[in-house]
């Protein structure tokens, strides 16, 4: 038994003597860093020429730190002694106020390895405010900012497409209605423009006959006229008219304008011109009619 108790003795004291032979030396390279910051970690080993040492690479686990970058540098041996060195490059994610960080080396042994730590080094953490005031004291600040209103196209579409199917709606339900009244008006507007000029033409016909006031009278008048029926009345003769619209006294109103043109005669030309108005309000008249019996197709 007191065997068995030596040999397990001298065997922790060879292994305690073969661990010290590794010396490993970890510290950052600032007291405190915000949070995120990149901050170095410098990590050393001091071993025998003999031993195999291998540093922590990316696959280590650094918890809340995120490795951004190692660097290395060359190795130099001096009697016996190897010296290598790295630097990390970490970032740091932990709210507490301290770390404390001691990263490995790794003793390479043919069946197994070994990990020696250094002693931990604090980083503390830096706030971007060193203390926040109890009672917060805000800048009055009165004049209007305007805010950048981003536009909504989702919300527009929507909208647009709910006025187009109102508008379809409403023009499947009172489409004939709507263009019935807009026929209407435009031809009311037609004769209210067509009135006006008939009566200045006359007027001045009446003032001051002449071939040209005569002419361009009976011009006016056949030009509303075929407007209203979609007849060709500039290309028809005194006699045609008459004959379209089985009324001789069309015949004989138009003759008596014709007679200022050919005979300067003006005898007859104020109830010839009042009778040919009174054909165009007629057929005027006829129109709206027209317009209002017509059935949707």
Known sequence: MARILTLTFLLLISFSNFAQQVKVEGYFLQDSAMLGERTGYVLKAEYPESFQILFPDSSFNFGDQVLLEKQVFATSTSEGTT??????????FSLDSSIYVALPVYEILPYDSIAHYPLEDELKLKLTLDSIPEELQFKQNNVYQ??????????????????????????????????KF??????????????????????????????ELADDTIGLWKSYMADLTNEPYQEWTSSEISEKMEDKKVFDALRGIDLIIYAGQNTESQESTTYLKEIAQKTFREKLMKIKNERTV
């Not at 909504?152 to 209605?177: H, M, P, T």
């Not at 507007?189 to 002449?210: A, C, H, M, T, V």
């Open 83 to 92: 010296l290598d060195s790295a630097v990390y490059y970490i970032s740091n």
């Open 146 to 179: 305007p805010l950048e209103k981003e536009i909504n196209w989702i919300i527009i579409s929507i909208w647009l497409g709910i006025l187009f199917i109102v508008l379809a709606i409403i023009y499947f339900l009172f489409g004939n209605r709507i263009r």
């Open 182 to 211: 807009f026929a209407q008006r435009n031809q009311r507007n037609k004769w209210k423009r067509f009135e006006k000029l008939w009566e200045q033409k006359i007027e001045e016909l009446l003032e001051k006959p002449s071939i």
